[in-house]
């Protein structure tokens, strides 16, 4: 099938892409490069072995996509496109709201206009908030907002898409709930690059192991867990592409209208317990402190991941330790990513 993937040059993007080329689907790939590089869709070329087709463009900008579209003639399209930085979201939430949810408009107004059916977008374990204890399954109550406008425009566009298929019986949406993706692919060509000072928990970690970080600041200590640390459910960027290419096998089986589905791996880890695998995979000690909480952390988040594994026949397979040895081979091997 020919997959139109918005935000394909970004961390979870260019690993799908890889895994779809490997697969035998022709890949077209929409990004703005707000917040990656084209030296990633180089990269994807190399991995996947073939050709993919770039266009540098906003999926906010109409008339270019409706242009793409008509010439493509995609079968589905893979959703990724989105700011991320849950901090940011705080400071600057029309910017948000207006790309996130707003690319998600224009992408169906144009999917509609061009006869494209079915989409898989990236939701977030973030919708899930606080209402429920984990494991969490995927017919949890959602609280009506999340704890940021990041995660919001995850709830905001998770309803859009419901309506939009509620009211259209042809169109098929997958959301797939990823818990905390981290690693890289194995051949250490491609993996996170983010910039400024990392927010996530792995790319703080890669980067004090480098040198270019001191030491880790972990946010709290005191949370009701066994070590005191916050517990999540982290997944190998490779196991959730993997997840994106047993979504797209639904609408190869027809109309499957809108279905939700969790990528996790149904277990968590605190960050005590994820410190010292990354201390183990890179031979040495990782210094830290301990902080304050950070605000609007859980002490506890991971997946029930039954559905998919019924469903799609999907799960992931690789361990922690295979999660730190590739996000470890990537940053010594790209030090400063992909460059400029
Ligand atoms: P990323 O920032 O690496 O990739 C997103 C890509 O989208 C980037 O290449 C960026 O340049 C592009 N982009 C953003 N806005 C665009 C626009 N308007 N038009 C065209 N391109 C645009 O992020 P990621 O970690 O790969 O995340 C991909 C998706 O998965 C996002 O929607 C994110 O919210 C979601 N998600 C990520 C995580 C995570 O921990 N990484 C967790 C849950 C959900
Ligand atoms: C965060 C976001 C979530 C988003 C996801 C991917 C919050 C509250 N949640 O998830 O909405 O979908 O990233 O972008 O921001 N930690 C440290 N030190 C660090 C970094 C993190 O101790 O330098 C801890 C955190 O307190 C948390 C755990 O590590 O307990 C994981 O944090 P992180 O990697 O940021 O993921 P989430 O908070 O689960």
Redesign the pocket.
Known sequence: MKILVTGGAGYIGSHTCVVLLQQGHEVVIVDNLCNSKPAAVERIRELGGKDVKFYKEDVCNETALGEIFRREQPGAVIHFAGL?A?GESVEKPLEYYANNVGSTLTLLKVMGETGVKNIVFSS?A?VYGDVEDPPLREDAALPNHA?CP??TTKLMIEQILKDYAHAHSDFNAVLLRYF?PVGAHESGRIGEDPSGIP????P?IVQVVVGKRDK?????NDYPTPDGT?I?DYIHVVDLAEGHAAALKLFEKGNCGLRVYNLGTGRGHS?MEVVKAFSEAAGQDIPYVIEGR?A??LPE?YADCQKAKDELGWEAKKTLQDMCADALRWQRQNPDGYGD
């Open positions: 991320k849950v977030s973030t704890n990041y995660g905390n927010n996530n928990l792995s703080y880790l600041h972990i946010f709290g916050c999540r960050v950070r609007g952390d988040s």
